[in-house]
């Protein structure tokens, strides 16, 4: 498995502190009888505030599943997963919808920019749903960390795969999440626009304090975190604190293995 980003220059310690989400004993079955498939398997891990955290795994360890349990997209079967001091599993789906809405953000392989609007329209869009006003300074500050300073009056159709996926990260960001959850963001980008949107993640933990969580299956990706959790068939089976490229790849290869 091989990866032609860029590496980042040099990752920061994770900030210890009060975890940001956490899961408890989080079990996650799909189907029944013969049929069911375990997804998840008892997990317990938490995600310190103010770090970025890479999940990872063999194809079908239940990475993915494990950031929607997190998220609040999908529900889990047994255990529980805490937000703050948050237990989402308590929330009826209004509650859901407006944590969901006011204390998490969401950046996805598929960008998901509306084409009629402007990138600062897209980027505000969050705000106006929500019926709230924007923090212009924030709002600047955002802006200035994505580096699209000069791209706002444009629409998608005119910004590069890098540059929406940098929308889509300034779309998350500006509603001041607690996390932020990232599925593969940089999937659908090449090398170049890829090392863009993963710096500007990095950034936006280093100079803006913000939480990240991400699911990535590239080596290189993962080293721009500050740790690295690894599942295998549901389990989390290790961790890897200040990772390399090399470090990581060697992890994947012995659980592969």
């Known amino acids: 498995m091989t990866s032609a980003f860029a590496s980042p220059p040099g990752a920061a310690s994770a900030v210890p502190g009060t975890p940001a989400v956490r899961a408890e004993r989080v079990s996650k079955v799909y189907g029944d009888g013969d049929a069911a498939v375990h997804a998840l398997r008892g997990v317990d891990v938490a995600f310190a505030s103010g770090a970025f955290t890479a999940i990872m795994g063999p194809s079908g360890s239940g990475k993915s599943t494990l950031l929607h349990c997190l998220a609040g997209l999908d529900t889990v079967g047994a255990g529980r997963i805490v937000l703050g001091d948050t237990d989402l599993g308590q929330l009826n789906d209004r509650r859901l919808t407006l944590l969901r809405r006011e204390r998490v953000g969401f950046v996805f392989q598929a960008f998901n920019l509306l084409p009629t609007l402007t990138a600062?329209?897209?980027?505000?869009?969050?705000?106006?749903?929500?019926?709230?006003?924007?923090?212009?300074?924030?709002?600047?500050?955002?802006?200035?960390?994505?580096?699209?300073?000069?791209?706002?009056?444009?629409?998608?159709?005119?910004?590069?795969?890098?540059?929406?996926?940098?929308?889509?990260?300034?779309?998350?960001?500006?509603?001041?999440?607690?996390?932020?959850?990232?599925?593969?963001?940089?999937?659908?980008?090449?090398?170049?626009?890829?090392?863009?949107?993963?710096?500007?993640?990095?950034?936006?933990?280093?100079?803006?304090?913000?939480?990240?969580?991400?699911v990535t299956h590239d080596p290189v990706a993962a080293s721009y975190a500050d740790r690295v959790v690894f599942l295998r068939d549901g389990v989390i089976v290790t961790e890897l604190a200040d990772p390399t490229p090399a470090s990581v790849l060697d992890r994947l290869a012995a659980l592969e293995g």
Not at 136 to 155: E, I, M, T
């Open 120 to 214: 600062e329209q897209n980027i505000l869009l969050p705000l106006q749903l929500a019926g709230r006003k924007a923090d212009r300074a924030w709002f600047d500050r955002v802006v200035d960390v994505v580096g699209l300073r000069d791209r706002l009056a444009h629409r998608p159709s005119e910004l590069s795969g890098g540059q929406q996926q940098r929308v889509a990260c300034a779309r998350a960001l500006v509603s001041r999440p607690d996390v932020i959850f990232a599925d593969e963001p940089t999937g659908n980008l090449d090398s170049a626009s890829g090392a863009e949107v993963l710096a500007f993640l990095r950034s936006s933990v280093r100079e803006m304090g913000q939480t990240i969580v991400m």
